[in-house]
């Protein structure tokens, strides 16, 4: 399984019993984390470093852009493990409205195999929506990215001046411009909705935006998306005669098959069942909203 969005890359590997090459990338920092954890001895070589670990589940590598060579010996077969590669372009100051200089990320350090809990549920995330495509899953993967980004510059710079790295800001979302991106987000809720776009309507940065989003509304931004998207959904399928096919593209599935297991996982019925039986039911005034009782689609 792999998948490219604009924040990262992200595939789930197999690899088997063997010694491979450990390369870096020029430009990505890639981060490798063990999903299933099966008990495998892992050992890195590079020039000066051997770095043994026997891996169980939520074990993080890390490698900085621009790694020198080396190899890794897997001692037995590891079934899942996830590879995310973050472009530089995540580190920008810009990006993440951090107070850095942009010299000191170039000390993002190699360290040897460790345990993030944060890391971990971030990448869990991402794995759950390789498997499973949602329909805010490319907001929601927007906002990992950022926040893997930051979680790296916060905890795995190895530099004096790593000091000059500054608490992030607490901007917020006053009234005037909260309203104007939900405006957007209602606008657009059929198009390509994506943070930045939401972040720049706002005048904030993509990190700064997701926060404040979730401090003013009570939701993060991919969870509200999912949300209006389910409610647009069914008013697709209750008003009109769109083929499923062309309700999915536009609700920022990649297939009809997507859309109709999200659908259903949401509502418990397949979008045709729902056109046929309670698309008519919600018509009638004297039925209470059961829209309200059923979970959102995450």
Known sequence: MNRCWSGL?????????????WQGSQSDTEICIDIRGN?????????????????????????????????????????????????????????LGIDVDESVLGFLRYQSAFEDPLLGEMARAIASELQAETSAGTLLVESLASSMAARLIQKHICTPTASSVTRLAREGLDRRRLFRVLDYIEANLEGDLTLDRMA??????????????????GQSPHRYVSTKRLERA????????????????ALGFSNQANFSRAFRQATGLAPGQYRRGLGSWERDPSVDDISRALPILA
């Open 9 to 21: 890359s992200a595939e789930v590997r197999t690899h088997g019993k063997s010694v491979i090459p």
């Open 39 to 95: 008990g495998s001895l892992i050992t890195r070589r590079a020039s000066g470093i051997v770095d043994k670990k026997v891996t169980r589940p939520g074990t993080v590598w890390l490698t900085p852009a621009g790694w020198r060579d080396g190899s890794v010996d897997i001692a037995n077969d590891l079934p899942e493990i996830m590879h995310i590669h973050l472009p530089s372009s995540q580190f920008s100051p810009s990006k």
């Open 200 to 217: 720049s309507t706002a005048a904030l940065s993509r990190y700064h935006f997701a926060r404040a989003f979730k401090q003013a509304v």
């Open 234 to 249: 069914k008013l697709l399928l209750i008003e009109g005669d769109l083929p499923l096919v062309e309700i999915a593209l």
